[in-house]
């Protein structure tokens, strides 16, 4: 055994002591003064763990926590943005993400180009046809981002709609 496995099986050990590994990583504790090092710290937090105890919850806890539950439901509706975003962040579908993706491209594109104008130096002119001009290479830019991403879904697509299984994100 190295020190690796040994250090794996550690908590099986602490957790475990007559589990199948404990005496091949007993043996390697007695061996090797590191391991044996990392098996003292790791039992002393897990008596530390042993003494704590979980606070008992407040008088009127539940009625509290009812209240509260009430009054959230009561609230107004939060705004566009907000169900947007938990629409977006807790959806388990799929049928979002190619557009969440191309969504994010475009605020990349987009916002690095503003930036990099934002903070170029030294400072164009601010002219009309110098603007202009930006906003045609940023729409060009974006016209490249879009059709790579395009690329990708279509790459993605074929694994995704045929196994289903692998991601149940
Ligand atoms: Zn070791």
Redesign the pocket.
């Known amino acids: ?3 690796q496995h ?2 794996n099986s550690l908590p099986d050990l602490l957790l475990d002591a007559t589990a199948a590994s404990s005496a091949a990583t007993r043996a ?2 007695e ?6 090092e ?1 098996f003292m710290a790791l039992q002393a937090t897990f008596d530390l763990l042993d003494e704590w105890h979980a606070p008992e919850p407040s008088p009127y806890f539940d009625q509290k926590l009812a209240v509260r539950l009430r009054e959230e439901q009561a609230a107004p509706a939060a705004g566009w943005f907000e169900r947007l975003r938990s629409r977006l962040l807790f959806n388990t579908g799929r049928q979002f993400r190619p557009a969440l993706v191309t969504a994010l491209a475009f605020v990349l594109v987009v916002g690095g180009g503003t930036i990099a104008d934002l903070s170029g130096f030294p400072p164009r002119s601010h002219d009309q046809a110098s603007a202009a001009i930006n906003d045609l290479q940023i729409l060009d830019k974006n016209e490249q981002a879009l059709q790579t991403m395009d690329q990708l879904l279509q790459d993605d697509n074929p694994n995704d709609d045929g196994d289903a299984s692998q991601s149940n994100i």
Request: glycine share 0%; hydrophobic share 30%; proline share 0%.
């Open positions: 055994m190295n020190c040994c250090r390697h504790l061996s090797c003064a590191a391991c044996n990392e």
